[in-house]
């Protein structure tokens, strides 16, 4: 029904910058918070930062003023500017959207299928 696809991870050196983007497919009346979380290896998954459907936007403390998440709603993608990256900025990011497909009342999370960050010189 829906389906989020990631783009943009790679490989960079310390102090780069990468760009994710993730675009939601399918069945979409409406889509609510628009997230991206990561996971390093041995770790719990975080929440990286979130844009609800009114443009404003949260970060978690270890990237503010780094990594600025916005939104298209138009085209129902997130994306996720990442400057400054740092060796711990590595892991598996994921972007996890709140969706209410259509004909159905109330919104479900949907994620993305992973992109690989890798920070290193």
């Known amino acids: 029904q829906v389906q989020l696809v990631e783009s943009g991870g790679g490989l960079v050196q310390p102090g780069g910058s990468l760009r994710l983007s993730c675009a939601g497919s399918?069945?979409?009346?409406?889509?609510?918070?628009m997230d991206w979380y990561r996971q390093a290896p041995g770790k719990q998954r975080e929440s990286v930062a979130s844009?609800?459907?009114?443009?404003?936007?949260n970060y978690a403390d270890s990237v503010k003023g780094r990594f600025t998440i916005s939104r298209d709603n138009a085209k129902n993608t997130v994306n996720l500017k990442m400057n400054s990256l740092k060796h711990e900025d590595t892991a598996v990011y994921y972007c996890?959207?709140?969706?209410?497909?259509?004909?159905?009342?109330?919104?479900?999370?949907?994620w993305g299928q992973g992109t690989q960050v890798t920070v290193s010189s």
């Open positions: 996890h959207m709140s969706i209410r497909t259509s004909g159905y009342w109330g919104a479900n999370p949907y």
């Open positions: 844009i609800p459907r009114d443009g404003t936007t």
């Open positions: 399918g069945k979409i009346a409406e889509v609510y918070t």
